[in-house]
């Protein structure tokens, strides 16, 4: 098994791990990691009639969210069968959403060519961008938009590939793997596979400014 391959039943495994959100409702778009004032799903430019991938979708109340702008494909991808089989329970009705099950990186060659793709910490985060980034751009529109928001790398931690805890329960902590970056990082990476960032929001919420989270666009260069 390779590492990348590893690191995602990883988190597949965490994820699973994580308890079933009370409501099962769609969203309205929040970037940041606990809700605050900041930008919704304009960063994801015109939707209507548009075709959109979520990279980490989770339980899929923010791409179920989305479809009252519009969209015409929506197309959720979670590497965690318990998360997919909650957003295919609640969201199945929609007749502009499909919800697909596995790691990322592969699923990425399959898509049909994209408007917009956004990780709401999702995918983005957890994978390899040295693998997510360049698959991903050969299935984005030229001038298409891609949107993620994560925590960035806290002073004096390398970047790259790093465990870490996430909490799951009131006494009871799981790994996973995450790719941190300062925002420098973050730009250079982008700019490498074929992207030009042209937004960054950094909330100011005590929350969201102690763990660095930072919400990033980035056009996919013609």
Request: positive net charge; glycine residues 12%; proline residues 8%.
């Amino acid at each position: 098994m390779t590492q990348h391959a590893a690191d995602a039943r990883l988190n597949a495994a965490t994820w699973d791990g994580i308890g079933r959100p009370n409501r099962a409702r769609p969203k309205a778009m929040a970037w940041t990691f606990r809700t605050a004032p900041g930008p919704g799903p304009e960063l994801l430019g015109p939707l209507t009639g548009a075709t959109v991938a979520e990279l980490g979708c989770g339980h899929g109340a923010q791409l179920a969210g989305l479809t009252e702008h519009g969209l015409a494909r929506g197309i959720g991808i979670d590497v965690s069968p318990v998360r997919i089989h909650h957003a295919m329970t609640s969201f199945g009705h929609i007749r502009t959403l499909e919800w697909w099950l596995g790691d990322a990186v592969p699923i990425i060659s399959r898509l049909p060519l994209l408007d917009a793709a956004f990780s709401n910490f999702g995918a983005l985060w957890f994978a390899d961008p040295h693998r997510i980034l360049p698959a991903l751009t050969d299935r984005l529109r030229p001038g298409g938009r891609l949107v993620f928001s994560c925590l960035t790398r806290s002073p004096g931690m390398p970047e790259g590939r790093r465990r870490m805890l996430v909490r799951t329960g009131p006494a009871r902590s799981m790994w996973t793997v995450r790719w941190m970056y300062s925002l420098t990082g973050w730009a250079r990476l982008l700019g490498e596979y074929g992207y030009a960032v042209d937004y960054v929001f950094r909330p100011a919420d005590p929350v969201n400014a102690f763990w660095g989270s930072v919400v990033v666009r980035a056009l996919r260069r013609g």
